[in-house]
């Protein structure tokens, strides 16, 4: 029979509390003795020496247990103790093997969160929309659309933060964008700086290639970094950037700005990263720019899934509980007909 055991660190546990009371039990007597004298003295009010008896204690049974009864009735527990002991380490049977898990992509997503993500240039069903609006509709769709890839998520303006590293739960993804504000991030977009931030992840596992898609509205990249010596480390690591640009590219926007200077989105620039990497830059009008988007990025290349060794588990830990304690409940149970 194979066992494995999955916790089998809490079996720590139960071993440290015996050594723990092993080691009261070792402090002398008389030190004991004398504390748990001057205890009852203090509760009682009791000054004296006397000795304190509960006022039921004569109904105790006078008779003297047998010897071996007290032996058998310590086995029962110490066999108990072992049972819990082995049991709380969770040791489970080991089955039959489990199909390996299929290729599947590393997919980065790169979010711009700046200011300008409040401007309302979008129209959906005869109301005005914001980019960010916009993009979280197009982000969500995207995400429901990439089952059984690795997915994480960077957002970015002034400063990138790792939102979602890679996961195979594109419902946690989709859970995150809920939380997504302009602003979020600062106010201004940093495009170099969140492409650097996405190959410094890449770089975590450099075995497997992952894919760079950029949702912004930027016009210009304001950051520590070039974004085009960004995308020129991605092209050396062979690492697709995908751009999608989000909100007009008209010179003038109708309508109220919201005190923002309206600025279009800076097309050339994102295809001009795209292109280095050769990946393609689409305009997000509409879900057809998804599609696309889509349709290049399941021509990528799979990465092998993490192939650890995956087995069927039967745990054991009742029939250790079962064994344990049943023994004590019969002994428990012929004490008192005996007594009856």
Known sequence: MNIDWLTPYLALIPVLLLLASTSLASTPLSHRSQRTQRSLSEVEGNTGSGVFLHPLAHLLPTTPEPQWQ????????????????????????????LPDLPPERDILLLVDVSISMTL??????????????????????????????????????????????????????????????????????????????????????PQRKPIFVLFTDADESIGRVDPEAAAALAAESKIPLYTIA????????????????????NLALLQTLSERTGAKTYQA???????????????????AAEQTPRYEQQPLYHWLLLAGLLPLMLWQLWQRRANA
């Open 120 to 205: 309302t240039d979008y129209t959906l069903d005869g109301q005005k929309r914001s980019r960010m609006e916009v993009l979280k509709t197009l982000l969500h769709d995207f995400a429901n659309r990439l089952q059984g890839e690795r997915l994480g998520m960077i957002v970015f303006a002034e400063n990138p933060y790792l939102l979602v590293p890679l996961t195979r739960d594109p419902t946690l993804v989709q859970r995150q964008l809920q939380r997504l504000t302009p602003t979020l991030a600062g106010r201004v977009s940093a495009v170099g700086d969140a492409i650097t931030l996405a190959l410094k992840e890449a770089g975590k596992q």
């Open 285 to 303: 009008g509409d879900a057809q720019a998804v599609e696309q988007a889509l349709a290049d990025i399941t021509r990528q290349h799979q990465n």
């Open 70 to 97: 007290r032996h058998l009735q310590h086995a029962l527990f110490t066999w108990l103790w072992l049972c819990l002991t082995v049991a709380i380490a969770q040791p489970v049977q080991r089955g039959a093997k």
């Open 246 to 265: 989000i909100g007009s590219t008209a010179a003038t926007m109708a309508g109220d700005t919201g005190g923002l200077a309206y600025q279009p989105v």
